[in-house]
């Protein structure tokens, strides 16, 4: 079981940045596939960017161009830089691991089993 925990999440106006780290508590495996979630409320949780493994990160559309994922070996992290943020990027922010994934599922949240408590982002107009 890997346990995870996140960080870093807040309020912020439109346009503002935050970044967000999540803690993993085993970190040894290349293929190991992380990533973060998000969900707001009424709406389903859906993939905001994730490794596949040892690629490149994956990300959503929407977040595209604004949102870098980064990992750190040496202190087990995973973080989320979220630049340029908008209103719709409000929810509860979840980091997630799987042993492996394929690629085209690196986003999807059904493909992932072990999650963090979430971090709520706030981004006001």
């Known amino acids: 079981l890997v346990q995870l925990v996140e960080s870093g999440g807040g309020s912020v106006q439109a346009g503002g940045s935050l970044r967000l780290s999540c803690a993993v508590s085993t970190y040894t495996d290349p293929s190991v596939c992380l990533g973060w979630f998000r969900q707001a409320p009424g709406k389903e949780r859906e993939g905001v960017a994730a490794?596949?493994?040892?690629?490149?990160?994956h990300y959503a559309d929407s977040v595209k161009g604004r949102f870098t994922l980064s990992k750190d070996g040496t202190k087990n992290t995973l973080y989320l830089q979220m630049n340029d943020l908008k209103p719709e990027d409000t929810a509860m922010y979840y980091c997630?691991?799987?042993?492996?994934?394929?690629?085209?599922?690196?986003?999807?949240?059904?493909?992932?089993?072990?999650w963090g408590q979430g971090t709520q982002v706030t981004v006001s107009s």
């Open positions: 997630a691991a799987q042993a492996w994934c394929l690629i085209a599922d690196a986003l999807s949240a059904r493909e992932y089993e072990d």
């Open positions: 490794f596949a493994g040892a690629g490149n990160p």
